[in-house]
């Protein structure tokens, strides 16, 4: 089964971000495809590398960018959320004008065109949010 | 076209699991995730309304918030997160009632 994974909330805010990474773990040990992750609303704030969670707590962002690495997942952050919140990649930050970078390994900055993408090419669409 | 039905919040905070349950057709399933799990519980005033429905809960997201077991309305299928990517597949489409 190929899939596509719609997170809709930030880390450390709602379980939902963990939820989404728990199933998102099973469905790959169990030998199926994932297709995109796509993350909208404060969902973008999964992507910012420069989060610093106590040493004893999960490491959500880490977390994701482990994941896409080791199954060559595509992670897309929706831009105008990211826009709004401050996750920013070398595109954005030359497009808007900004002194840094935040986008954590393994993600990209995108449109909703990705998320539409996602839903036409993958056999199930699940959405993880509040 | 069997559906899967995604209740991640309380019956006793709102109204998602009264419209999913009441939304629900012939051969879809429900899944209790999250704090949606309180609705599973047997002696809980909401548990009348998974009457006739097929429901399945989370088991994680039960031990989570120390609910055991034998505190479950009768009929409910205990699942891990692999029996979650189970249901994904078995049903053709998911819907999650946020």
């Given at each position: 089964m190929k899939l596509t994974i719609q997170v809709n909330e930030g880390p450390y805010q709602h379980q939902s971000a963990d939820t989404a990474y728990h199933f998102a773990k099973a469905a790959l040990e169990k030998g199926h495809e994932i297709f995109r992750i796509f993350f909208y609303h404060d969902g973008v704030?999964?992507?910012?590398?420069l989060t610093t969670p106590?040493?004893?707590?999960?490491n959500i962002v880490r977390r994701w960018s482990e994941l896409a690495e080791a199954h060559n997942i595509d992670m897309v952050l929706c831009v105008a959320a990211a826009q709004r919140r401050g996750i920013v990649d070398d595109g954005e930050a030359e497009r808007n004008g900004k002194d840094a970078t935040n986008i954590a390994p393994g993600f990209r900055i995108s449109g909703l065109g990705q998320l539409v993408e996602g839903g036409i090419e993958s056999d199930r669409l699940i959405v993880f949010g509040d | 076209m069997a559906m899967l039905h995604l209740v991640n919040k309380s019956p006793y905070d709102t109204g998602n699991l009264n419209t999913a349950s009441g939304i629900m057709k012939e051969g879809d399933r429900l899944l209790l995730i999250e704090d949606g799990v309180?609705?599973?519980?047997?002696?809980?005033?909401?548990?009348?309304?998974?009457?006739g429905l097929k429901v399945s809960v989370l088991g994680p997201d039960l031990a989570a918030r120390g609910?055991?077991?034998?505190?479950l309305a009768d009929g409910i299928d205990v699942i891990d997160y692999a029996g979650f990517v189970d249901l994904v597949e078995a049903n053709d489409k998911t819907q999650s009632w946020l």
């Open positions: 704030n999964n992507g910012t590398r106590p040493q004893d707590d999960r | 309180y609705g599973a519980m047997k002696n809980g005033k909401a548990a009348s309304l998974l009457n609910i055991s077991q034998d505190k």
